[in-house]
């Protein structure tokens, strides 16, 4: 049987994608991004655990928020490049304060973006 | 209001990732990537159209497989550098012939992985 880390493959900035989807109601609520060492740890946790690129820090979801995530299911695809999270969310997964940082629909062939997201928090008095 | 491609952001090669998930169960079936170019075909077309970064070449979704992928809806996350698509899916997205590329579920800390996707079509048969 084969060990996730031989299988799983990071890019050349040593990242994978992880898809993150609520694991009541199958909504994908965010994309982020892992180092081997912040999957270990999120599986280790079963607190989702990201690698930001914009701060290159490690960043437990929910540490500023409060918005935990927590793990339910993990997954791998067939090439390996790709994570599937299933998690329970508290609160919100955006940071903008919606559910999903998926709130924006594209209409038409790009003219327009329909925000139809659910608001579930102020981030004003989230991120003072 | 906002144009997508106002909106929109490319990585470093030009890309951008798209969560491909089913219209119909929800569940998340793979995960590609467009170019602006295989991004205005598939909202103008209606079929998904990716990049295939190992062949290096535009990539409509069941040329080879007949596995089509037909676009419902099309979802832009906050930052604008990943989206989200809502597909109807002929046969199976994953080459391997499960219905979904994420048929292997992480074990534990990632010592097993275990299939347990939905095989819908004999791979040997359908590429040849």
């Known amino acids: 049987m084969s060990d996730l880390f031989d299988v799983v493959t990071f890019n050349d900035n040593g990242l994978v994608p992880a898809i993150v989807q609520d694991a009541e109601t199958d909504e994908v609520l965010m994309m982020a991004y892992m180092t081997a060492d912040t999957l270990e740890k999120t599986l280790a946790t079963g607190r989702m655990t ?3 690129r914009s701060r290159q820090e490690e960043w437990v ?7 935990v995530q927590h793990l339910r299911e993990a997954r791998i695809d067939c090439d390996g490049d790709t994570l599937l999270f299933r998690v329970d969310q508290e609160g919100g997964a955006c940071h903008t304060g919606y559910r999903s940082c998926f709130f924006r629909r594209i209409g038409g062939t790009g003219e327009s973006l329909e925000d139809d997201g ?8 989230v991120y003072e």
Chains 1, 2 share one sequence.
């Open 118 to 125: 659910t608001q579930v928090f102020d981030p004003a008095e």
């Open 61 to 67: 979801k929910g540490q500023t928020s409060g918005h």
């Open 50 to 52: 990201y690698w930001s």
